[in-house]
């Protein structure tokens, strides 16, 4: 019996002397010295001190059409994953660098999750959820201006009225002026009266309606 009892606790010593140094002590944070030179510990890295965020909480879109949605300050080596909450109403694609593409199928509102996994050490991992709530509106099937004209003065600006239908569509026209030297128009339908005369601003939907109307800088 004493026999296999030194014989078990010889084991436990050679087991014991088997296991690196460093590994034993990695836990306490402290550098061991071994035959005057010191024994590398491991350090557990550090999460992020800055969590993944997006830009803005939602956006719209219409039916047809594509945008990208960025994630932000993401760790790296980190697993990023995204899905819509309803793929009728609208598709996501992974893209590179953080990045997915959304694409409206359907009239309707779906939520992007994102979700993100932080190795940190081992088998543990940081997960940061982020939503993203897309609109899907239809394209507009016509637009008319409210006028069909303006007067303004030289150096006034005003911002034109129209009419889309269906009204639930959020498509913005593009808009063009027949002589941008007396009315230049913004993107969003400014006009600025910069000389005497007079010129016509068109808006054109995606469908290829369109309307005109007149201008005339005094």
């Known amino acids: 019996?004493?026999?296999?009892?030194?014989?078990?606790?010889?084991?436990?010593?050679?087991?014991?002397?088997?296991?690196?140094?460093?590994?034993?002590?990695?836990?306490?944070?402290?550098?061991?010295?071994?035959?005057?030179?010191?024994?590398s510990t491991y350090t557990k890295r550090a999460a992020s001190t800055e969590e993944p965020f997006l830009k803005k909480k939602d956006t719209s879109i219409l039916t047809g059409t594509s945008s990208t949605l960025t994630?932000?300050?993401?760790?790296?080596?980190?697993?990023?994953?995204?899905?819509?909450?309803?793929?009728?109403?609208l598709t996501v694609t992974p893209g590179e660098d953080?990045?997915?593409?959304?694409t409206g199928a359907e009239v309707g509102t779906a939520v992007i999750t994102?979700?993100?996994?932080?190795?940190?050490?081992?088998?543990?991992?940081n997960t940061y959820?982020?939503?993203?709530?897309?609109?899907?509106?239809?394209?507009?099937?016509?637009?008319?201006?409210?006028k069909s004209q303006y007067l303004l003065d030289?150096?006034?600006?005003?911002?034109?009225?129209y009419t889309l239908k269906p009204r639930i569509t959020d498509e913005i026209p593009k808009f063009e002026s027949s002589d941008s030297n007396i009315v230049s128009v913004s993107s969003k339908g400014k006009i600025y009266a910069k000389a005497k005369g007079t010129a016509y601003i068109t808006a054109t939907i995606s469908n290829g309606s369109y309307d005109k109307c007149k201008v005339t800088v005094r």
């Open 98 to 102: 953080n990045t997915c593409e959304f």
């Open 71 to 89: 994630v932000y300050n993401v760790p790296d080596n980190s697993d990023v994953s995204y899905k819509s909450s309803d793929e009728t109403i």
């Open 129 to 146: 959820t982020l939503k993203f709530t897309v609109e899907v509106t239809p394209k507009a099937v016509s637009v008319k201006f409210r």
């Open 1 to 39: 019996m004493r026999k296999i009892t030194r014989i078990c606790m010889l084991a436990l010593l050679i087991a014991a002397m088997l296991v690196p140094y460093d590994m034993a002590c990695a836990s306490s944070g402290t550098i061991i010295k071994n035959a005057g030179k010191p024994v």
């Open 154 to 161: 030289t150096g006034e600006s005003k911002k034109l009225q």
């Open 114 to 125: 994102i979700k993100i996994q932080e190795p940190v050490f081992l088998f543990v991992t």
